[in-house]
């Protein structure tokens, strides 16, 4: 059974498992490294601020009372949202878990009035661009954020949301 747990503040250790976990399983999936939030990154405040973003929302999916995956929905530019920060364990791959979330931030975003949903991708992440594609996301054709090999970029897409 797969469950959703809207993340607060005071529920930043279990972002920082997750978070750490995600940046350890799947680095080149994710602008931010492992590196940047061990160490002297590895903040209390700095993980307290991360689930504090105004107007955003951080989810948790368990899957049978496990933690295994998150995603945030954070406000955008005009009448958007956008999906950041998305990981699913790989133990917990192709049982629903994704499609709970991208859901999940779906919905937010439309209780929210946005009329688009957002998200930028890794170019070579060819399983989460599959899954963002059945959840009806397009390439926009933007350029989007320049990676660290100073060559490609990010891509970006998008979707229209139903008014709530």
Request: glycine share 12%; with cysteine.
């Amino acid at each position: 059974m797969i469950e959703l747990r809207t993340l607060q503040a005071d529920d930043w250790p279990l972002w920082r498992e997750l978070r750490l976990a995600a940046l350890a399983e799947a680095p080149s999936a994710f602008g931010a490294t492992l590196a940047q939030w061990q160490g002297p990154g590895d903040q209390e405040e700095r993980w307290r601020a991360r689930l504090s973003i105004p107007g955003g929302r951080d989810l948790v999916a368990l899957l049978n009372g496990r933690p295994v995956g998150m995603v945030s929905g954070v406000p955008g530019a005009g009448d958007s949202v956008e999906l950041i920060s998305m990981w699913v364990g790989a133990a917990a791959r192709g049982q629903g878990v994704g499609d709970c979330l991208i859901q999940a931030v779906e919905r937010w975003g439309a209780e929210r009035g946005a009329g688009t949903l957002r998200l930028s991708v890794m170019p070579d992440n060819h399983r989460a661009t599959a899954l963002y594609e059945r959840h009806g996301f397009a390439d926009t054709g933007e350029l989007g954020d320049l990676l660290s090999d100073g060559v490609r970029r990010e891509r970006v897409m998008a979707k229209s949301l139903p008014a709530a």
